[in-house]
């Protein structure tokens, strides 16, 4: 029972307390009251009772209305805290704080909710609930007069962004009738900061974690005229919601994601020197690609064009954008920051930003499914976020760093197994899977494979849980297809068979790892890292996916073994083996020897969708795993009662992460942009109007394409043949890096690598023609580079005169001459 109310001489045991606010309420205000005292003087909804109204600030005659309701019954009370309006929240604080009531009942002053409902309010209390809540959205409610239609959309809106942040189940917070446990009621609202409409998230939230059940019950509720709720409240409420969450942060929670921003930021220093002046050698020509895609995509923006094609590269055929991994899903969005700031900023924004969101989301997962400990759990997502593969990556495939998504998906798909709410979080799933098939789709295929080998090894070691989870599973699974493909369906039809689509890409004879690159050291180690032999184990510094050094798989190999009888660990273990395994590729050759074995990725290479996966990158799978591997490590050391073994296993952890911590990514003074280009000189040669290109010579692509940067500078004022993208090639369409090779890039390109000027006549130089004319060349362009005398000399012999020297490059005008 709460404590007795004091009323002169007497105590007042008070059973029920019914709360009002009221803000400017004297013409609805007075029927309430009556209704109120008539339901509780004619039922035995409380023996005894009192009516607290709190005057909101009101500016007309609320108070008067109470003042002529409590001169003929005293158990009517009004609360007033000055003239100013202060919001709900403050209200009801002031009247819950105010009350006496063993239980305290919320109530609007439109009582939209008849209070005849306070019995079935009532009943949940007395089944062993703490709260209950009227409920507009529960089964069984009852809507006699609805409110407008975009009001209730706003609403809906609201309370499905609640559930997701703030108070997941309930389906109607902000119902202004709710029933409360009179002790508990006035716990939480003493404990309360809001002042607004946010109010009712944060009691039900201090509820919820004081561990207090909430029943949510149905009732009878009509719309009624004369609504204080204006638009700007419904934004008021979001920044109460946010201020709520920010204060549920724990402080170690915010400590570990600001160590993941410096930590991304120190790796990606080099950016920050100066985003537009600064270029990463170790992404050889990939950050020309990538700050084009995000400039591009503005572009298209702006321009009302296609986001899924353009001819800006690759003229006169273009380029499907879809099928070269634009990321729509952060280019998109940020395409305001390119416009405003340019695409230098923005990639590194993206670079930046995404590397320490994917370690807070891998924290976040480590946190709510793997470990208690948060010192374990930071631990593992620094090494799942920033282990060798990642930070090779770092320096040029966003697609591959931005992998913030994969802990959620992975949680999401986790809860489908409990079979609690398979529809909706099948329906979260599937949008979870299209946005991320927006900002890559080869590693939403590799976690696929990471999820299927972990979950048939817990299936097969935990069979109880595997038969009871399989079902639900599978509906969640196939709703989130349901979701997904409609979505998703337009575009990915436009990559698989849109304009310049193509089917498998080639990226070698044999692109998966050498058993020596899963122990090496990567070129990046700030201890042990040795370029060469790096350089000699993977495909490129971009593609170093493997790298964990021997002292890791060492530790790793010792988790494993102590930790054993945990079907976990075991799950697991056979995931990072079998990942390890499966990058290998086709082929295994033994190192030291020439003897080739067939490797487990030969049944898979030929299979759709992963024919054009490089089968090295299998391994990164192999990064979340060992972080989860060492958090569980990190956590049972932590409760270790002897010291000395504490110290021993923390040391051999140390030791394992030292020679993985990486330097920061290289990065040099970027070339400027020829004045040509830069100043608009470029425009007296190439008649855009006409349809005519300009043409860097030789045409840019994989290994030069400093050329997509002028078109940047440009403001996209021209188009361009050749360029660096993944496109068709023949009858059969098989992927290509860059533009269909003609006679005269052929020949242009050969000259700059080798720097001999091969013989010209006649047929080559219509050749070059007829190649002029499907470019639709205005004017060819050769800025200064390795053998570009050789090259300009070629350009002559062709064209049949010398070029002109025009802002710092040669240039010969098509319009002139032959």
């Known amino acids: 029972m709460s404590e007795p109310r004091k009323t002169g001489a007497r105590q007042v045991s008070v059973d029920l307390s019914v709360v009002v606010p009221a803000y400017d309420e004297e013409d609805r205000l007075a029927p309430t009251l009556e209704a109120i005292i008539t339901h509780l003087a004619a039922t035995e909804a409380a023996a005894t009772w009192e009516i607290i109204v709190v005057d909101d600030g009101s500016t007309d005659g609320t108070a008067d209305v109470v003042a002529a309701v409590t001169a003929r019954d005293a158990r009517v009370q009004l609360v007033a805290d000055g003239p100013r309006n202060r919001g709900k929240g403050h209200a009801l604080r002031l009247g819950v704080l105010a009350s006496h009531g063993r239980r305290v009942l919320l109530t609007d002053a439109d009582l939209a909710a008849p209070i005849d409902e306070l019995e079935r309010l009532d009943k949940a209390l007395s089944d062993g ?457 086709p082929r295994i050759r033994l190192p030291q020897t020439d003897l080739v074995l067939p490797g487990p990725w030969a049944p898979l290479a030929e299979r759709p969708l992963l024919e054009s996966v490089i089968e090295s990158r299998v391994a990164m799978i192999c990064a979340p795993v060992l972080g989860m591997l060492l958090a569980l490590a990190c956590e049972r050391l932590a409760a270790t009662p002897g010291p000395g073994t504490r110290r021993a296993g923390f040391l051999a952890v140390t030791l394992a992460l030292l020679p993985l911590v990486p330097t920061p990514l290289r990065s040099v003074e970027r070339a400027e942009v020829p004045s040509f280009i830069a100043d608009g000189t470029w425009r007296s040669y190439v008649d855009t109007g006409a349809g005519e290109t300009l043409v860097p010579v030789p045409l840019p692509g994989p290994a030069d394409a400093e050329a997509l940067r002028w078109q940047i500078t440009a403001d996209f004022g021209f188009r361009m043949p050749g360029g660096y993208f993944n496109g068709p090639f023949g009858e059969d369409r098989v992927g290509i890096y860059g533009a269909v090779p003609r006679h005269t890039s052929n020949l242009l390109r050969d000259v700059r690598s080798s720097g001999r000027v091969p013989a010209i006549g006649e047929s080559r130089q219509a050749q070059a023609r007829r190649d002029f004319a499907y470019w639709h060349a205005g004017a060819l362009v050769l800025p200064p580079q390795r053998h570009d005398e050789q090259v300009r000399e070629t350009v002559e012999r062709l064209v049949g005169r010398p070029g002109t020297w025009v802002g710092g490059v040669w240039v010969w005008d098509l319009h002139a001459g032959d």
């Not at 201020?243 to 400590?255: E, G, H, I, K, N």
């Not at 270029?279 to 298209?300: C, G, H, I, K, R």
């Open 129 to 585: 609930h703490t709260a209950a809540i009227g409920s507009r959205e529960a089964p069984g409610a009852n809507i006699e007069r609805h409110q407008h239609r975009l009001r209730a959309a706003l609403g809906r809106a609201g309370n499905f962004l609640i559930r997701q942040v703030a108070v997941p189940g309930i389906r109607d917070t902000q119902c202004g009738f709710k029933l409360f446990d009179g002790d508990r009621a006035r716990e939480a609202f003493a404990a309360s900061r809001l002042d607004g409409f946010g109010i009712d998230v944060e009691i039900l939230r201090h509820f919820r974690r004081s561990g207090w059940p909430v029943a949510e019950v149905p009732v009878r509720w009509s719309h009624q005229p004369g609504s204080k709720i204006r638009p700007r409240h419904y934004a008021r409420v979001l920044g109460e919601l946010a201020t709520l969450r920010a204060r549920s942060v724990r402080p170690a929670d915010a400590l570990a994601v600001t160590c993941f921003l410096l930590m991304s930021v120190a790796l990606h220093i080099g950016r920050w020197l100066g985003p537009d002046d600064r270029y990463l050698p170790d992404s050889l020509q990939d950050q020309n690609q990538w700050e084009w895609f995000f400039a591009v995509t503005a572009d298209n923006l702006v321009h009302f064009r296609n986001p899924l094609f353009t001819t800006f590269q690759g003229f006169p055929d273009g380029v499907n954008l879809m099928a070269n991994t634009v990321m729509l899903g952060l280019s998109v969005p940020f395409a305001p920051v390119t416009l405003a700031l340019g695409p230098a900023v923005s990639l590194a924004l993206v670079m930046t930003l995404g590397l320490a969101a994917t370690a807070a989301a891998w924290y976040w997962l480590l946190v709510k499914r793997v470990v208690r400990h948060r010192g374990a759990a930071f631990t593992g997502a620094a090494l799942a976020a920033f282990a060798p593969p990642m930070v090779s990556h770092a320096n040029a495939h966003p697609n591959f760093v931005v992998l913030f998504m994969m802990p959620l998906i992975i949680d999401r798909s986790l809860r489908l197994c409990t079979g609690a709410r398979t529809e909706r979080d099948g329906v979260v799933l599937g949008l979870m899977a299209a946005y991320q098939i927006f900002l890559g789709e080869e590693p939403l295929l590799l976690a696929a494979m990471g999820m299927l080998l972990f979950a048939a090894t817990y299936g097969a070691v935990r069979r109880d849980v595997a038969r009871k989870s399989w079902r639900p599973l599978l509906k969640g699974l196939g709703i989130a297809v349901l979701v997904a493909v409609p979505i998703a369906a337009v575009p990915l039809s436009w990559q698989f068979f849109g304009p310049q689509s193509y089917g498998n890409i080639v990226h070698g004879d044999n692109s998966g790892n050498s058993p020596l690159a899963l122990l090496s050291f990567a070129e990046r180690s700030l201890l042990a890292g040795d370029r060469e032999r790096a350089d000699a184990l993977s495909l490129n510094i971009t593609e170093q996916n493997a790298f964990y050094g021997w002292p890791l798989v060492l530790l790793a190999l010792g988790i494993v073994v102590r930790l054993w009888e945990r079907p976990l660990v075991k799950a697991l273990a056979v995931t990072a083996v079998g990942a390890a395994l499966l990058s290998l590729g």
